[in-house]
């Protein structure tokens, strides 16, 4: 029995830290009593020394496991001090014009309640509210798709109110805590500079939500962000190795989307400059690139732990999109045979079952281990196939084969229903299943609602939607985390 009672070895009647031992001396007459009782005399000051310092160790354990965990605190101080800004020096990080408000301060004072009531009754247009057409920042050439002019219930009214409301206490406190820095952290109130961009205060967040306040019609903030993207954002002054997936759904996706809504073509320029910047993370012999590069040095590799340092299906699949647009809009070919190279070697590959393991290696163009999942390390890469094919004017075929023979395939191997009767897709490992489906699986819902008007069949798509968002909905219900 090893510590509070659990055994070590084959020995159980033995504890390692014993809490009590009963010793039993039996008396007997004669000498031999006499030279036991002398030597229960001598155990006696021993046996109440143990006794001491037995409660002594107890007291002090017992003190060490019911302190607080104070780990991530401690863990959390040690990033802000010890991660330094891009060569020791600070960004000029300029502050919008009009200062928002605090957080919880009330809103309706500011006029911001009016706004956003406006925004979405359609009494206001993100146009109206360009302050005479202020350099740089155009209207959409139509409406904007948050108006709620043509939809009758009140209750998606409120519901889409309510969502405003919520990303602009999200956007105040950024910008109270964490401005010009890659994300806020809201229980401590810092801001956090993450691995996965480098060491650098990149203003991934101000990037990320340009797009977004535009959309809600938030113009003042848009107008905030889009003078910090074109005052800080310099590339040149990274520091670093970055993630060349979250660098491109991030800043060059965050960008194009700011530049398509937009039409400022100073986001097209810093997208194509960041898209240059990560371009020789694609010097490979296959095309397909590495996962991280060095933004100074420019040395790029893949992650040790993945599959003896393989590419991740996800990562490089989650290209084509924004790269497609930024050739198109730029008129510079590169991107556009970048990602057509590796798009090539995914259709013409052999397949194990009709699958997409999520490792590949870019010395070989050879799959890694064979594990394919839904969800982490595979989600987005079905995803793009299809949204690829809808970008293209739905003439991209070579996409939407894939993509159809792609979730054919899937469905045939993976698809598993519970005892429960619940759909669900578990992932599949050197030829076994896995009985489990991660989270990040969820959007596959969505995918198969949006893909159903396409399909040969639109029934079971949309049917297929249905039982997979039910599964997940299921999950968070019975987890009592909903």
Known sequence: MGLFGQTTGGDSSSPLLPFYQVAAHTATAGPSAFISNRKCGRLIPRCL?????????????????????ISSKVQSVGKDFLVPDAGGQSHQIRRPRNQLPMPGHDHAATGNEGRIEGVLDGKVHPADENRGGEEGVKPLDGPVSTSTAAVSDVETKRRQKQIVKMMKHAWDNYVAYAWGSNELRPISKRGHNPSIFGRAKFGATIVDAADTLYLMGLM????????????????????????????????IGG????????????????????????????????????AVIDLKSKKSKNYGWASGSAS????????????????????????????????????????????????????TGKWGQVHV?????????????????????????????????????????????????????????????????????CFVGGLYGLSAPYAKDPEHYNMMGREITRTCHESYRKTGKH
Request: proline share 3%; hydrophobic share 40%; aromatic share 14%.
């Open 220 to 251: 003042d903030e848009f107008k905030a962000a889009r003078d910090w993207i074109a005052s800080n954002l310099n590339v040149s002054q990274s520091d670093g190795e970055v993630s060349v997936f979250e660098f491109n759904i991030r800043y």
């Open 49 to 69: 020394l143990l006794l001491f310092l037995l409660f002594f160790l107890m007291l002090f354990s017992s003190t060490f496991l019911y302190l607080p965990d």
């Open 373 to 441: 999942s839904m969800g982490a390390l595979g989600d987005s890469f079905y995803e793009y196939l299809f949204k690829a094919w809808l970008w293209s004017g739905k003439t991209d075929s070579q996409a939407k084969e894939m993509y159809d023979t792609a979730m054919m395939n899937v469905e045939l191997q993976m698809l598993k229903t519970s005892k429960g009767g619940l759909k669900y897709f578990g992932e599949y490992t050197n030829g076994r299943i896995e009985h489990k489906m991660d989270h990040l699986a």
């Open 255 to 290: 960008l194009l989307s700011a530049y398509a809504l937009s039409k400022d073509k100073m986001f097209l320029d810093k997208a194509d400059e960041m898209a240059n910047a990560v371009l020789p993370a694609f010097d490979t012999p296959t095309g397909i690139p590495y």
């Open 312 to 363: 991740i299906l996800s990562e490089i699949g989650s290209l084509h999109l924004e790269w497609a647009y930024l050739s198109k809009m730029t008129g510079k070919t590169v991107y556009r045979e970048k990602i057509d190279r590796i798009r090539n070697h995914l259709a013409n590959i052999d397949k194990p079952k009709g699958l997409y393991p999520n490792y590949i290696n870019p010395q």
